[in-house]
């Protein structure tokens, strides 16, 4: 799957669905090294979409106080 852009509960989804593979061991080692760069991709992601999201509510708060 390309990096298009994932909301934050595609990304998960697609993180749960790797690590259930990885566990079940679908995946050979020449594999392994390729789905867990995708998982740290996902992650990167996923914290960048929480902190822009808590930047956001926080400025809202921020502007009800005013």
């Known amino acids: 799957m390309t990096t298009k852009k994932l909301k934050y509960n595609e990304a998960i989804s697609e993180i749960e669905e790797i690590i259930k593979k990885i566990e079940n061991e679908e995946f050979d080692v020449d594999d392994l090294a390729e789905k867990v760069k ?4 996902l992650l990167k992601i996923c914290r960048e979409k929480l ?3 808590n930047q956001q509510v926080e400025q809202i708060l921020k502007e009800m106080e005013d």
């Open 38 to 41: 995708r998982i740290s991709t």
């Open 51 to 53: 902190q822009n999201t």
